[in-house]
């Protein structure tokens, strides 16, 4: 499997509400930054960090998964870029309905760095306001 095809697996799997294809493909040591100043914003390091202070407290403030559209998945040498909407609820009741620009560095078959650009205002008014 390319990374661009082990990318957009980890992705409709969690849009099925199974992260553990996610969590399989992260390296050990993964550095996965979300961009902002939101309260899921910073730069995780490791994967027990990244599940612990990242995925728990997202998934706590979602009715759901978070169910993503692809709209395209660049790959060039170890980078994959994956450009996809995507559509949850909020805890609040509120529509979480983001757009996400992924760009993933990978290194011997898993995720080593990860970080996602999206809008974060929208993060802070629809699952923390």
Known sequence: MTNKELLRHVYTEVSRGDAAPLLAALADDVRWTIIGSTPLSGTFQGKQEVLDKLLKPLTARLTGPIVFTFDRFIAEGDH??????AEATAVTGRPYNN??????RFADG???EMTDYVDTELITRALFD
């Open 80 to 85: 994959v870029v994956m450009i996809a909407g």
């Open 99 to 104: 757009v996400y620009c992924i760009v993933c």
């Open 110 to 112: 898993k995720i080593q």
